[in-house]
């Protein structure tokens, strides 16, 4: 049986990191983790750029015009929605994810999904380079794996 999957080497190809700033002091963490992931396995450090949107509910809005732009081989969407006492978190992760998703399929591009969605704040800083590793550096080497996949498509 032929094996056919994306490698961890990325040169000479763009990538998109978008970040909701709600949660700042969480998301700063997936950027680094995300950003050093990818300088790591062969990306410059011109070949990525960093765009800030209010929070996760605007992340899909900025992704469909990053991807549309033909600019970038892929995005990295990265944030955090942490539950509060109100149903605001299920409204906001759920169009973020449907959002993300839509994008993705509809524009071909490759977005790797590191958006935080925790009940608590411990659980998102673990996550963010605590005890459950980086979430934005397994998001980082997801859009690798799959540039270099869709490549081979």
């Known amino acids: 049986m032929k094996t ?80 509060g006492g109100t149903p605001h978190f299920e409204y906001v992760a759920g169009e973020c994810v449907k959002g993300i998703s839509q994008v993705s399929l509809d524009s071909g591009v490759p977005i790797a999904f590191g958006v935080l969605t925790v009940d608590t704040i411990e659980q998102a800083i673990d996550r963010a380079g605590a005890n459950s590793g980086n979430k934005g550096a397994e998001a980082a080497e997801s859009a690798i794996r799959m540039i270099n996949l869709l490549e081979q498509l």
Do not use: Q
Request: proline fraction near 2%; avoid cysteine.
């Open 4 to 83: 056919i999957e994306g490698d961890l080497t990325i040169r000479d190809k763009k990538i998109a990191l978008v970040a909701g700033r709600f949660n700042s002091f969480v998301v700063e963490h997936l950027i680094k983790g995300s950003k050093d992931t990818l300088l790591k396995h062969g990306a410059e450090e011109t070949d990525i750029e960093l765009f800030y949107v209010p929070g996760a509910f605007e992340i899909p809005l900025a992704l469909k015009k990053i991807a549309s732009s033909g600019k970038y081989d892929g995005i990295v969407a990265l944030g955090a929605v942490i539950r």
